[in-house]
């Protein structure tokens, strides 16, 4: 139950304070600035300030951590300045659909007519269209009500991030105190609805389930598997899914859609019902002609998205939240007499070499993880192999970004290793990626939280050549990347670090690293040469 406060006057710091305890925030992430020293000033023992080096960090971390303990991140940005450094993260929140509350410092109120340093023009603005909320309050004792709003806003579904701007001399001034109030957030679906939808499944002959991230976000892992299995559906992965919702070596897995309308719309074709469940319909990177759409293929859709719903081109769409959902349709669902289908087969070890293939490395990464470990990948042109060599066990076992927005995985990680420290995180990250946010090893080393890094060090943005070869061009520059240390970069940092050229000394470094107590970077130089993601372009 939320904790009433006193009706004695307060300041607005203090009632923003209070306001976090009552919501079961007890960490801000930030870097700080001068706009923000009221604010932290006189920290309190009981909310922990996690310091990250630049503000793409403090964002990645704070996603991270939401999405570890399944409640809002709240952050503290340093006015215009920290804000505009950090907006590449907060855009990768709002298509993680992450639940953030991001504060940001202001120049004082008398003095931003005058266009002051460090002022923030029209700051509700800026973070637009990546945020839910954006406010600059109008009084300064109206600062805890929109923290208040912009909480609650940020985690109804679909969860995302929010905004509240602050002006620096806010934070002394005199307020009401301000009760947390309980503010329900599943959605259940319209029963007429679901009882279509499951009598199309039990007509059907070869019907489809792809799940999506928000299957995982929705702890409902398990009740997804119940649906497949009584339904006897194949089961795909969304294109670009960012959680694993449903378990790869499941014999009903099929793998993974890509986000190509044309590849996706061969692996679907044996299907009469697709039934896309926490994702949207579909999320296409390259063009082409999308024939799952023709009509021969009866769609479903389940969301908790009304504008994912709005965009579907064809068929039905339930708007709902996951887990209601599906136990409605795991009541309405009749036993069927369908043959349960069977999905891939895990393939062979792949041979060491030397140069490393990146396919051994996985597949060693796999063996050598703990059981329980989770994994927060940002590795675009080897995540082919990933999927093939590193099945994921299902539920909060996987994590990446939806946006496609590199430099968000690595403070990512330590944002989730800070939400779950009893287990092992590891980040595998291209060499390419990890360079946007290196700065995020200092926070974990600092804490010695239990996190392995794996660079995947193909000298290179392997996933720009891959692109080269689907659009036929050539001679591009800034592909290559060489003479990065990423040992001696992540000692400076406060690391454990070792690199790994070759395939004998993969096994080795691995038990020593994710053994390590505290953080510790395996750079693995591997072959240069990258799958081709999509089929070349016509």
């Not at 007519?113 to 023009?121: C, K, M, N």
């Not at 689907?470 to 940092?493: H, T």
């Not at 240069?528 to 999509?534: D, F, R, T």
Request: proline fraction near 9%; charge should be neutral.
């Amino acid at each position: 139950m939320p904790r009433k406060p006193s009706n004695t006057p307060t300041t607005v710091k203090q009632a923003t304070l209070d306001l976090l305890r009552a919501f079961g925030i007890n960490k801000v992430f930030g870097n700080p600035g001068s706009t923000e020293l009221p604010f932290l000033s006189d920290w309190p023992d009981d909310i922990d300030y996690v310091l990250g080096l630049q503000e793409a960090s403090v964002v990645g971390m704070a996603d991270g951590y939401a999405q570890a303990t399944r409640n809002a991140g709240f952050v503290n940005l340093h006015s215009a300045a920290g804000l505009g450094n950090a907006l590449g993260n907060i855009y990768n929140a709002y298509r993680n659909q992450t639940p953030l509350v991001i504060s940001a410092g202001q120049q004082a109120r008398s003095i931003l007519p005058l266009q002051a340093f460090l002022y923030a023009e029209r700051a509700a603005e800026f973070p637009h269209p990546y945020v839910k909320f954006s406010v600059e309050p109008a009084r300064p004792e109206d600062v805890p009500g929109a923290i208040a709003r912009a909480y609650y806003v940020a985690m109804q579904p679909p969860c995302g991030p929010t905004f509240v701007s602050v002006p620096i001399d806010d934070w002394t001034h005199s307020t009401e105190p301000l009760q947390a109030r309980d503010v329900s957030r599943e959605i259940g679906p319209d029963p007429e609805a679901m009882k279509r939808l499951a009598a199309a499944l039990s007509a059907s002959k070869r019907p489809a389930l792809v799940v999506g991230p928000g299957i995982d976000r929705a702890l409902a892992v398990d009740l997804m598997v119940k649906v497949a299995e009584k339904a006897k559906a194949a089961v795909w992965a969304s294109p670009f899914s960012a959680r694993c919702s449903y378990p790869e070596r499941h014999p009903q897995f099929f793998g993974f859609l890509q986000a190509s309308a044309v590849q996706l719309s061969d692996a679907l074709r044996s299907h009469d019902l697709v039934v896309v469940i926490g994702a949207p319909v579909f999320t296409f990177h390259v063009e082409g002609h999308a024939s799952i759409f023709d009509g021969s293929t009866t769609i479903f859709q389940i969301t908790d998205d009304p504008t994912a719903a709005a965009v579907t081109p064809v068929g039905a769409s339930i708007i709902a939240t996951m887990r209601p959902a599906l136990k409605m349709l795991l009541d309405l669902l009749p036993e069927t007499s369908r043959q349960a289908p069977t999905g891939c087969a895990l393939p062979p070890a792949p041979a060491a070499g030397d140069p490393i293939p990146v396919e051994f490395v996985l597949h060693t990464l796999s063996h050598a993880m703990p059981d329980d470990a989770v994994l927060v990948e940002e590795a675009p042109s080897h995540r082919p192999a990933m999927q093939k060599f590193m099945p994921m066990r299902g539920q909060d076992s996987f994590y990446t970004m939806a946006s496609g927005g590199l430099g968000y995985s690595l403070p990512a990680a330590v944002g989730i290793a800070l939400g779950k420290p009893r287990i092992r995180t590891v980040c595998l990250i291209g060499d390419g990626s990890a360079m946007y946010s290196i700065q995020a090893l200092w926070t974990a080393a600092q804490r010695k939280l239990p996190l392995t890094v794996v660079v995947l060090n193909n000298a290179g943005y392997g996933a720009m050549r891959s692109f080269s070869q689907v659009m036929q061009v050539r001679s591009v520059p800034g592909l290559d990347l060489p003479g990065i240390d990423f040992v001696r970069i992540a000692e400076g940092l406060g690391c454990d670090a070792v690199r790994v050229t070759k395939s004998s000394e993969i096994a080795p470094a691995l038990k020593r690293g994710l053994s390590h107590n505290g953080v510790s970077l395996i750079e693995v130089v591997v072959d240069s040469a990258v799958p081709l993601l999509y089929a070349r372009k016509n």
